[in-house]
Structure formats: C-alpha cells, structure tokens
C-alpha cells in the first residue's frame, strides 16, 4: 500500500528521482557522522604516529556514533555504511603498517564504483534509472522509454564525475606520498571530496530534474 501512495505522490520522474536522492544522502548529520572518524583518525596519527592508537579512536568514534542513532531509534544506514568504510580501511593498515593504507580502499571504491556506472550508462542500464523502479514496483520498466533512459544517463554521469575526480587526486598521493604529509593530504582529501562533491553533484542533478516533466508513466492511449 505504502508503495501506491509513494507511486500516486510523484506523478513525473523528476519527482520520483528527487524523493529517492533525499533519501539515499544522509543529510547534515549524515555528512558529519561520515567525517568524524576519518578527521579523528587524521589528527591522532599527525599527533603521535600511533596507527593502533588512531585506528581506535577512528572505530570507537564510529560505534559511538551508531550506538546514539540507535538510542533515538533514527536510521542507523549511514553510520553502518562508515563503519563498514572504516572498519576495511583498519584492516588495510594495520596489515601493511602503513597509515595511508586506511583510505586505499575508499580509493578503490571510487574507482570501482565509477567504472561500473560508465559501464551502466553504455549498456543503457543507467544506475539513476533504479530509483525510478524502486517507486513504481517495475524494476526495468523505464527502459521502455528512451526519454526517461537518456535522462537517468544525464543523472548518472553526474554521480560518476565525483568519483573520477577523488581516484585522480588521491590515487597519485597514496601512490608516490610518503609519511605524514601523505596521511594528512590523504585525510584532507577525502574529506574535502567526500560529501562536498557529492552535494554538489546533488545540486546539478537536482538543476537538471528541476528543468524537465517526465511522467512517471507513458499516458495509456484511448481505446
């Protein structure tokens, strides 16, 4: 029932598409509880050079925070999504000893992210174009229409360029940086191309649905 009513709301795709990205980014809160552990992270190992020590902080911060969200009984998503990031980033470092070793795997994220959703947009199965499905119960039925397929490849392109652009900044640093300056250009840079490029790549997505009324679905012909 929940998802008629959802259906019924937004009668064009840009509706549909704006309703599932408020939902898909975690907000102001959502945006801090993913820079505190890295910032604390960052900061520790700058400080005294101790990866344990950083990594525990990092990770307590975390639970921390996924604890208070379930004490309010809000949304946990985020921060389990964090943990996830960070918990990986941990194991990464502390295997290698190498402090820069926490954010490889969000490079490799990035990077992984991006090609499948170049790949997405070249097979004409843009990734944007699931939200839609998500709304009207049809997973695939959007394909049918190539108004609604090229603009779900507008929107995807735009989720994809913050990625291209955190792997060609960071990647070069964790490769040939070395020693605290690595760390702490590695931890700024993540933060600075974390939820800043994604909410900008929010605002054109959202400049671009703002400019156009798709209907959610194609008007049935008369009988």
């Known amino acids: 029932m929940s998802g008629e009513a959802e259906e019924v709301a937004h009668d064009t795709v840009e509706a549909a598409v704006r309703a599932q990205l408020a939902k898909a980014f975690g907000g102001v809160r959502g945006i801090i509880e993913a820079a505190v552990p890295t910032v604390a992270f960052t900061i520790s190992w700058i400080s005294t050079e101790e990866l344990k020590l950083s990594l525990i902080i ?24 964090s943990l996830i990031g960070i918990a990986i980033g941990a194991f990464f470092a502390s295997r290698s ?57 507008r929107l995807t392109w735009l989720l994809l360029v913050p990625c291209v652009v955190r792997v060609a900044v960071q990647l070069p640093v964790w490769l040939f940086g070395g020693g605290d300056k690595a760390v702490a250009a590695l931890g700024v840079a993540k933060i600075a191309m974390g939820w800043p490029l994604q909410v900008a790549a929010l605002g054109a997505m959202l400049w671009v649905l703002g400019r156009g009324r798709t209907p959610l679905k194609p008007p049935v012909a008369p009988a």
């Open 58 to 81: 990092s990770i307590t911060l975390s639970v921390l925070l996924l604890v208070a969200r379930i004490a309010q009984r809000s949304t946990p998503q985020f921060v389990i999504n």
């Open 97 to 153: 000893g190498d402090a820069k070793d926490y954010f490889l795997p969000g490079i490799l994220w990035n990077a992984g992210y991006a090609v499948a959703m170049l790949l997405s947009i070249v097979t004409r199965w843009p990734v944007v174009g699931f939200l839609i499905g998500s709304v009207t119960g049809d997973p695939t039925g959007w394909r049918k229409d190539p108004g609604i397929v090229k603009l779900c490849s």
